[in-house]
């Protein structure tokens, strides 16, 4: 079966990665910018960053089949730093008209500081300001209830704010509730220790259904599998869930969310490979 994983950072794997996951059916990857194992001091770091997701990364992916699209923010965890979380954010419009991007992510929390808090809602102004879909990330653990609750709130008192273009990623059993009641997607993260596993997912699917829900491997430079959409798909066969309900999750979901951007060109994304 052909997916897409929505949530996965190809910069920080091999080559051989992509071989693997056009041989597992993946037709695309959706890959947010993040944080890279240190804190970058500079605004060209992020416009060094920002080229190679734009530029180096499509051109990898295209090698093997696989359309590559990202989104551009300064991560969470390197928002302490509010004056240069600024001029990131004030950098990000020369890369936003970029064919692959499809919006401003992952913003969001780490530890639901108030500087993180400043830098996530002037994102969500910048994501406004043109109409961009948003991609964001939930805190790890023990953090998470709490900054997940502070993400929505700060989210739903801005009127300007339409939940269908915003996913709110790496729910969990306690999370993904108010999450889906007030209206927004949400991403599902197979990754070990800090998320889910491909049962867990599972289990959540078979609670709250499959609408307005993603999921992703989130493979970056830490333990972690590329490989984990395919493992979900297994899981979910192994729970006796039909074909069409499986392509709906891995396939029709991260379409009809990424569509609603129009550099997506969602009737492009080999349809006839589906």
Known sequence: MNYIDPHIHMVSRVTDDYERLARAGCVAVSEPAFWAGFD???????????????EVEPKRAAQFGIRHFCWLCINAKEAENVSLSREVIAMIPEFLARPNVLGIGEIGLNKNTRNEAIVFEEHVERALRTDELMLVHTPHLADKYKGTRMILDMLTSNSRVRPER?????????????????????GLTLYPITKCTPQRAVDMIERYGTQRLLVNSAGDWGPSDPMAV??????LRARGHAEPDIRRVVWDN?????????????????????
């Open 40 to 54: 970058r001091g500079s605004v060209d770091g992020f416009r060094d960053y920002f080229r190679q997701l734009t």
């Open 166 to 186: 915003v996913c709110i990623d790496h729910v969990e059993e306690h999370t993904i509730r108010p999450a889906l009641e007030a209206g927004f997607w949400v």
């Open 230 to 235: 395919p493992d979900f798909i297994r899981a």
């Open 254 to 274: 991260p379409r009809a969310f990424f569509a609603q951007c129009p550099r997506f060109g969602g009737a492009e994304t080999d349809e006839a490979r589906a």
